[in-house]
């Protein structure tokens, strides 16, 4: 069965340091990832996207991610957190084959000043 | 480039009337749009998927006779809601995509700023 986790549910860092945010799937096949963010009551902004392209792909706002299909993880990472950055995060996943679009449970960032 | 837009931002309405919610692609044709449901502190729910000019696909245990969804154009998508009732209040979020499925490229979803619709 094809599925995703985003291991945690809330993440907390201080403005400027580092943020690390994981993605999981499980999939026989190969996926399409993206990672959105969504600020409160508002739609879903694109950050990034690996469409079987290079593994490390960069995003908006300094945001990037790297596929590892060894790991099947798309961990979103970014090296100085900015407090705009504070929102809710979604990794989504499409399994090719199926063209079905899971999404993540979803992580809250909190960036501390 | 890929803007989707939806009106209206928030409604409210009485229980037993039906709201419209429009979903449009500014600067691309939609060959498919989506629309999730989203309750507080959750992930979206896939409701239903359409393509223009034909009927939409349901998702498992959404009704299509209270989520109606027409998809006229490759610019616009509408979601009514019909005999609203305070449960169906929710934030609603459509999406768009252009291309057949498979293409490079196409696989990307460009999403709408949602409709909170709170029903009294």
Redesign the interface.
């Known amino acids: 069965a094809q599925s995703v986790t985003q291991l945690d549910s809330h993440v907390s860092v201080s403005e400027g340091t580092p943020v690390l945010l994981r993605c999981n799937y499980s999939s026989s096949y190969s996926p399409?990832l993206?990672w959105?963010v969504q600020h409160p009551?508002?739609?879903?902004?694109?950050l990034l996207?690996y469409?079987s392209a290079a593994t490390l792909v960069k995003g908006i706002n300094g945001f990037e991610a790297e596929f590892k299909k060894s790991e099947t993880s798309f961990h979103l990472t970014k090296p100085s957190a900015h407090m705009s950055d504070a929102a809710e995060y979604?990794c989504?996943v499409?399994f090719?084959g199926y063209?079905k679009?899971t999404?993540?449970?979803?992580t809250k960032l909190q960036v501390i000043p | 480039g890929a803007v989707v837009s939806q009106h209206p931002s928030r409604v409210i309405c009485k229980s037993g009337t039906s709201v419209k919610i429009e979903c449009r692609s500014l600067d691309f044709q939609a060959t498919t749009m989506f629309w999730y449901r989203q309750f507080p502190k959750q992930s979206l729910m896939l409701m239903a998927t359409s393509n223009e000019g034909s009927k939409a696909t349901y998702e498992q245990g959404v009704e299509k006779d209270k989520f109606l969804i027409n998809h006229a154009s490759l610019t616009l998508s509408t979601l009514t809601v019909t005999s609203a009732h305070p449960e169906d209040s929710s934030f609603y979020i459509c999406s768009a995509k252009w291309g057949t499925s498979g293409g490079a490229g196409t696989d990307t979803q460009y999403f709408g700023p949602g409709t909170r619709l709170t029903v009294l």
């Open positions: 399409s993206f959105y009551n508002k739609g879903l902004q694109l996207k469409t979604f989504v499409i090719k063209q679009v999404f993540g449970t979803g």
